[in-house]
């Protein structure tokens, strides 16, 4: 997990390293052709979201008779796209999925990550038999695909009594993380040097105060990084919401809201880019502010899971 | 008995995450009375004991139970044997779903991962890598139904009739290009790669972002002998980088084929799989929750798995391969 350590989104003093491959490369290119090259993908990669933005300020007619360009020529400004979509009532409002979405991604973040923490410190710190294998076993559950549990998910709900409640969101999401969380957990876990724990040991804590006292300081990073992903995972989640809670208005989450507006008032335009954009500002921000923390989850996950 | 208040839901909320960190606190309490060495194996039985209860019930069981279905017919009651199979490989229709998935897991992650690396080697070093690396990040933190509304804008069609401007960027083009506007949604196979550009758009930040870390952790020394031994950019970037950054442009090339096998929320929201543009996860969802025939949509659940399993078997074989050396 070297590279894990590496803040690759900073730029690097640009003394540190006089050669790098991409200097050269760039040199073979002419620099100049690079920069245009780079500057046209990052245009074509921001210009679609850019338009959106725009078009969900202008009024309704504005947005249905001319393109969001000539916004620069003839700007027109209004907030109604936005009141419209954020009230709590009325069939085109997205007030309540908002809310619901809330609801919804704050104990299916909490909980799997707790319980795979509990799981990840019996596999990483403590000695028992078959642990390898059920280790194993945990990691392979990873590939397998939510489409194969849905089904048989949605009918053990509803033998419960719990279709169409948060707890089958909440249940589903925590289930869903758990593979991936174990493992990645895990692995951050045995790069905690063992005499740390050995140290505690010899000292005569247990393993619940080696769990708080010991590890959990060191791990904030690694959590940081799995929230993030799961917060992320869950806030813009779609089949799981679709298939547990389509057809409940007062669970379903923006995702579903947002999906619903598109496939029944598809040329809506100017309720659907005022409601993408209340979709996209949450995971944005908290994207924005703890961006160190997913490039670290990501490489971890992405080079070793 | 649902709440429908505001305050209601983040009532139940709070009750929820109450009652987990209590049967949190009751496990973690008798793991702390159990002392001593021998009593490991019982500290581990309680941490383990909620993960492995919602792994067996949650996903081990639904998945053995789908299999079965996989066997059974439309209303999951008539066993049929291998005929909702042979459906999915014989019928029409199903051979267009799983002809556009071919087109998906073909294109996406190949292309995606070339612009990723491109723009990373492009950027890197450069005074605004951070701000530039930011811009192709961010569609990574947008939804897959904020992405499609994003685009199917880019792609809108107003009729070409006098007077009618088209407001969607792409016709726009077009237009001032001197051609005719289309309706691009609609048109069959281009559909389905016009989508397969959303998931380009989202991964391309993904494969950047991995791709750059594994440019950066190059060791100076060998880009030094390289140089010195008076090797030209292109073979730099030939006998020096892509080897260097093999194992992360696997991972790369596999993680984003794996999504992309799963993608379903591109279709859904842009077209509803409509116009020939279905794929198999798609699929499987219009099959067992609007067509109601849980049969073909276990079957095709169980061909969702089947085919991860190759991409995940390698993708595990070149980890243990690079750890290795």
């Known amino acids: ?305 | 008995m649902h709440p429908t208040s505001t305050a209601g839901k983040f009532l139940l909320m709070f009750e929820a995450i109450l009652i987990f960190v209590a049967v949190v606190s009751v496990i973690l309490f008798i793991a702390g009375r159990l002392g001593g060495r021998r009593s490991d194996r019982w500290v581990a039985f309680a941490f383990l004991i909620p993960a492995v209860l919602m792994l067996l019930v949650g996903l081990l069981y639904p998945g053995i139970r789908t299999i079965f279905q996989s066997f059974f017919d439309a209303d999951g009651n008539g066993f049929i044997g291998i005929n909702n199979y042979k459906t999915i490989f014989t019928s029409s229709d199903q051979l267009v779903v799983l002809r556009n998935t071919v087109f998906w897991v073909v294109v996406t992650p190949f292309v995606a991962t070339s612009i990723g690396l491109l723009y990373a080697i492009l950027v890197d070093k450069s005074r605004f890598e951070a701000f530039a690396k930011a811009l192709i990040f961010l569609p990574m933190a947008i939804s897959f139904v904020g992405a499609s509304i994003i685009w199917k804008f880019v792609y809108e069609y107003r009729p070409d009739q006098p007077g009618v401007k088209q407001i969607g960027l792409l016709n726009q083009v077009l237009v001032m290009l001197g051609g005719k506007p289309q309706n691009w949604l609609i048109d069959s196979p281009l559909n389905t790669f016009l989508l397969i550009v959303v998931m380009i758009w989202i991964q391309a930040g993904f494969a950047m972002t991995v791709l750059s870390a594994a440019i950066k952790a190059i060791p100076d020394d060998i880009i030094e002998a390289a140089r010195l031994d008076g090797v030209t950019a292109l073979g730099m970037f030939r006998f020096v980088t892509l080897p260097s950054i093999r194992p992360a442009l696997v991972v790369v090339l596999t993680t984003i084929g794996i999504g992309v096998l799963k993608v379903f929320d591109i279709v859904r929201t842009a077209t509803g799989g409509n116009f020939d543009t279905s794929v198999v996860a798609n699929e499987f969802y219009s099959q067992s929750f609007r067509a109601s025939n849980q049969g073909l949509g276990a079957a095709l659940a169980v061909l969702l798995f089947i085919l991860v399993v190759p991409i995940v078997a390698y993708n595990v074989r070149q980890m243990r391969a690079s750890e290795a050396r």
């Not at chain 1, 589903?172 to 951050?188: K, R, V």
Request: proline share 6%; net charge positive.
């Open chain 1, 1 to 305: 997990m070297s590279t894990a350590a590496t803040p690759v989104t900073t730029t690097p003093p640009v003394a540190a390293a006089p050669v790098k491959v991409s200097a050269i490369a760039k040199k073979g290119l002419s620099s100049r052709w690079a920069s245009l090259a780079a500057v046209i993908i990052a245009v074509l990669w921001t210009l679609p979201t850019f338009g959106l933005a725009i078009s969900s300020f202008r009024p309704e007619r504005a947005i249905k008779t001319t393109g969001w360009w000539t916004f620069f020529s003839n700007p027109q400004v209004t907030l109604d796209n936005y009141r419209s979509v954020l009230s709590t009532e009325g069939a085109n409002s997205l007030g309540q999925t908002f809310v619901n979405s809330f609801v919804i991604v704050i104990p299916s973040v909490i909980i799997p990550i707790t319980i795979a923490l509990l799981a990840a410190y019996a596999f990483a710190w403590i000695d028992f038999k078959g642990r390898n294998l059920l280790f194993v076993a945990v990691f392979a559950l990873q590939i397998v695909p939510i489409q194969v549990t849905l089904i048989p998910l949605l009918s053990l709900y509803v033998d419960a009594g719990l279709s169409g409640t948060f707890w089958t969101i909440w249940i589903s999401h925590s289930i869903f993380a758990l593979p991936l969380a174990i493992f990645l957990l895990h692995n951050f876990m045995k790069e905690i040097p063992p005499a740390l724990i050995e140290a505690a040991r010899v000292d005569g804590a247990g393993h619940v105060q080696i769990f708080f006292r010991v590890l959990m300081p060191l791990l904030t990073p690694a959590l940081a990084a799995f929230g993030i992903f799961q917060f992320l995972w869950v806030w813009n989640d779609l089949l799981v919401a679709l298939t547990f809670a389509g057809g409940t208005p007062q669970v379903a989450p923006i995702t579903v809201g947002l999906a619903n507006l598109s496939g029944t008032r598809g040329t809506a335009w100017h309720l659907l880019s005022a409601g993408a954009f209340v979709s996209i500002l949450i995971p944005i921000i908290v994207f924005l502010s703890l961006q160190r923390y997913f490039v670290r989850g990501l490489l971890a996950g992405g080079l070793k899971g």
